[in-house]
């Protein structure tokens, strides 16, 4: 698939879970990275390809029989491509969630990132280039935190007793998965995250990171939706509060 202006996506797979048609459902957008240096199969793009076969569980704050829209990119290592591509993807599918997976040579966790940076980009990607200035955002602030209560992710996943262990982290690593992460928190922060999983096999296998994942998904669309939840909450109070005022005004 080509974006204008932009390299070819290695891979997309677009994949709808639910049957009611008269529903528009949840855009859920997943990107995953392709291979660069030893990680000549990235264990990123490897769990994310999985995620459709193995289905989301919907949070018990959602309908179940609300369709899932997933849709899974694979992005190459490239710093400009990324810079191009990432606002395309926002402009192109509207999501209500996106998921960013990078692989991580020294994670020995499933690291659920809770922030990114916008400058010291100097580590050269797949094509030997580097941002201009070293920054992913002209302009942008040092650090950019997510919406979202990472902890609770973290939390999630070690609380049920799959064997897989998940960490908290502030640090993504200033090279393309830093950078992705900070783009998508310059367009909105309340819908981004970030995960990091270790290689295939150091400890886990590409099924079990993928289980993890999902549990995460999971976690993130029950914030989502109570984040809603509670958005409506304040602007119906809100519209009465504007009524009562005007009838004693009366």
């Known amino acids: 698939m080509r974006f204008e202006g932009s390299d070819d996506v290695m891979r997309y797979i677009q994949h ?19 291979p660069f240096r030893e990680h000549v199969v990235n264990a990123s793009w490897q769990c994310v390809a999985r995620i459709p076969e193995k289905g989301i569980t919907v949070p018990s704050n959602i309908n179940p029989d609300t ?23 926002w402009a192109k599918h509207s999501p209500d969630l996106v998921i960013h997976v990078g692989v991580s040579g020294i994670a020995k966790a499933i690291t659920i990132e809770q922030a990114a940076h916008n400058c010291g980009y100097s580590s050269t990607d797949i094509v030997d280039s580097i941002p201009d200035g070293n920054v992913c955002v002209v302009d942008g602030c ?18 049920t007793g799959s064997g897989v262990h998940a960490e908290l982290s502030y640090d993504p690593g200033r090279y393309l998965c830093d950078f992705i992460y900070y783009q998508s928190l310059n367009i909105n922060k309340d819908r981004t995250a970030f995960i990091h999983v270790p290689p295939l096999g150091k400890p886990w296998s590409a099924e079990e990171m993928t289980d993890a994942i999902r549990i995460c998904i999971t976690e993130l669309l029950y914030q989502l939706q109570e984040r809603k939840a509670l958005s409506l909450s304040t602007s119906s109070r809100s519209s009465n509060e504007s009524f009562n005022l005007e009838q004693n005004r009366l």
């Open 16 to 34: 709808r879970i639910g049957s009611d048609m008269d529903n528009n459902g949840i855009n859920i957008l997943i990107t995953g990275f392709g």
């Open 142 to 159: 040092d650090v950019m935190e997510s919406g979202f209560e990472m902890r609770d992710v973290v939390n999630r996943i070690n609380c």
């Open 67 to 89: 369709p899932i829209n997933l849709i899974l990119y694979e992005i190459p290592v490239v710093y400009k491509s990324v810079a191009r591509i990432v606002p395309q993807l």
